[in-house]
């Protein structure tokens, strides 16, 4: 039987039709993705296996009862308040919850344990966002939906790589495009990503420009005359002083012309969507940034309207979801504040709540540091790996370390945040648990099972209220079942419609359990009395106690100067999720980027001295990393780009936030984590290898990176001292202790190759010399688990039955560089043609960027000779 649900990742939040061992699809029927998926999404169903899942509690190494287990964080935690009061215990939670799961957490601190202390990994996301939405409408409302991107002449994408990380609204977008080709699409970021590659204009600002550019754009919208005065005078307050603010330019980095393009196509058209994503809101100046561009949207009244507007995309599936529940440690409930004792009322008398917060709690950055300092007793973590993802990870972990009691709750064994901590509890992962998220165009989906619940793993939910019960309140947290906990949320959101606020779902408060578990996707507001037009703030009808909107004077930042050292700016790659707990799982996903890499400018790679495919040594006074070197014109002079994806579980030294700074936008808390400072030196080893292997390798040399791939495990390793036995380093790195061994060295030229069969079958192969080894490294990996013989494996390439793939392009189809080259070659020149031969492209088509990049450079080659 198929079930309908939805994507555990990104905030498009694509419907999905699963069923056990059957590969996914999209469901054609759901509103944000109409059937399609991206690579990661399609994945999905090679995620799901139990290698590596957390079945039962485990305290101090030892799996324990869930009775043992949920009576000890009940009395840790009660222990904590009653001796240090309620502030001394925190919960650290995350935007990949369920709503259900995130109601209840949030319920339980601020409204029983009487404490604000629950912050999320969303601080880390779109705190900036919700700051900026907040000061211009009174509320935290994202005005629009996804089909404005379809209906806008001008799309603009501010500080987002979409066609990577959004990769489903990226193709509606061009298959907008493809249909009216007069619609334009502007990039703004500093790094000319893939999506940068799709657009009409690329602006490759200076890191933190923005705000002086949509200063620039304000002014130039007056200038023309084009403030919408009838809409200002009606809905908006503050244009004198957002207009004074703008009125002296700030550098942005760009040339003039280009501003002046960029000017004059918004200007010019009426109908634009500005999305913006981390490069806005990551910023120690992100709240202003959002603002900078609410500002021009007000002014021109272009919010709200089809086809107009502005849009905050959301990362993980349920950041919306979270910032309704209140979340975030400055919220309340249902978009109501904390700190309004209107508000404040009203909730505690629907909770019938014994202690009410009555003061916002410790952001993330802060609450880490609390624990540093010894002021939190016992800490609770649920849906996130902070030792990984938090700035300054280093220090983290360790002040996990320093909380005598810690708690998290994963799916997962081996995460590098359970390795901190003293009590592992197993939730139940995507495809066992049910319940609800809310994506980027506030679209609630339903999440529904169809997988047996693993060993002991419990819901987030169950498993909070349960220690709500434990520690108390046992009628507050006596939820039947999920379908509860939604029907209790969305009536407490009628009790914030009357307070006026904008996110009312009171229209689901008396769903039955059965309409609970058919919910179609449903895009709020749901009054209970009444319909709500699906975009906001078309017609006014803002949040603050007068109903208009804020425009700012915003002052934009003296630009960062970083001296001597580079600008580290961090962000994701195509086919990783985050710390990698998933999607690492799946081999076509590793096949794309198998390590953690640096991408740096020519000009500074040649005066650093870095070699492409070399080492680079990373450092500051937080921390260090070791990275492969990309030496690319991609990133501008004087900056580098590393993904945040690895972790102590995939790399000896790839965990970049080790090496982000903990420096925080001063209105939203939400750490700059684009913008640290590094210095990078060349790392020179004394060795370099590559090895395949059917066991399961660990990152245990000064440099290395594991992935999995379709025959077992493959890692890249760098060692400083050579060994003497080059056999034993072989089996220690290959994991193969057993086995016949045949070496090959090749003593003058330093190389080595190492191949161990079990009979006539290849367990593993590992490479080495004294610089980065040129081995056709898929074929290596196809040829695991294969009988073949040493001689052909120790060649070193791919035999002629197979030819090399190169490294993977096409995930969903195992298409790689080399496959497609061949197809150039054959003649297949566009994008369709190479989708015919090779099959790339045809799936979820994000990698339809790299294969149009390809295909230009080779021209530009074939140019070039001709
Ligand atoms: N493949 C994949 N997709 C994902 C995720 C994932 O882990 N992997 N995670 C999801 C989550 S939680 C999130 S939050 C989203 C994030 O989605 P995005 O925000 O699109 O992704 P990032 O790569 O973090 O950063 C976006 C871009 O900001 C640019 N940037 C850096 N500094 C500046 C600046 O000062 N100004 C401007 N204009 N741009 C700047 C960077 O160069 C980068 O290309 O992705 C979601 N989707
Ligand atoms: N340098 C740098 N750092 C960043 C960012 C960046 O751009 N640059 N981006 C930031 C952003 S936007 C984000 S959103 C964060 C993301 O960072 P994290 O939230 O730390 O990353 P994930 O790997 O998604 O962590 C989710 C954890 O929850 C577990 N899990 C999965 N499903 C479930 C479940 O159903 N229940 C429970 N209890 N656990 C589950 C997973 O195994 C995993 O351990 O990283 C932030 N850090
Ligand atoms: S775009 Fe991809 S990752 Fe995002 S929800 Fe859709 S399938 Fe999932
Ligand atoms: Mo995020």
Redesign the pocket.
Known sequence: MTTCTTCP???VGCGVLAQPDTPVSGDPNHPANFGRLCS?GTALGDTVGLEGRLLAPRLGGKDVSWDHALGLVAEKFLAAIRNHGPDSVAFYVS?QLLTEDYYVANKLMKGFIGSANIDTNSRL?MASSVAGHKRAFGSDTVPGQYEDFEQADLVVL?????A???PVLFRRLEAAKAARPNMKIVV????R?ATAKSADLHLA?A????AALFNRLLAEISRRGLINQEYVDAHVEGLGAALEAAGTPHPCGLPEDEIAQFLDMWCSTEKVVTLY????N??YCGSDKVNAILNCHLATGRIGRPGMGPFS????PN?MGGREVGGLANMLACHLDLENAGHRSAVREFWAAPRMADKPGLKAVDLFQACADGKIKALWVMSTNPAVSMPEADQVAEAIRTVPFTVVSDILAGTDTNKCCDLLLPATGWGEKSGTVTNSERCISRQRPFLPTPGEARPDWAIIAEVGRRMGWAEAFDFANEAEVFREHAALSGVAAHQGRDFDISGLADLSDSDYDALAPTVWPVPADGVSPKRFFAGGGFYHADGKARMLAITPPVLADHGTALRL??????????TMTRTGRAPQLGAHLAEPYLEIHPEDAARIGLEEAGLAEVKNNHGRALLRVLVSDKVRAGEC?APM?WTGETASQGRVNALVTGVVDPVSGQPAL??SSVGVTPYVAGWYGFAASAAQMSPARPYAAVARTKTGWRAEVAGHKLPQDWEGEARQILNLPDGEASVVEDAARGLVRVAIHRGPVLAGVFFAGPAPVAVARSASVDQIGREIAPLQVLAGVPGADQPAKGAIVCACMDVGREDLRRAIAGGANTIPLLGECTGAGTNCGSCTPEIQELLDSTSNQRMAAE
Do not use: E
């Open positions: 990742y990104c905030g990661k935007g996301c501010v500080g987002s790589n979409t990577w990380c959004h703004i970021d500093p790094r990503t600002i890191p933190d420009g923005d994503s981390q490069g806005v990551q910023s995309m959301t990362g993980q950041a700016n961090t962000g994701r790659v195509r086919d990783q999720w985050h780009f994806h684009k913008g």
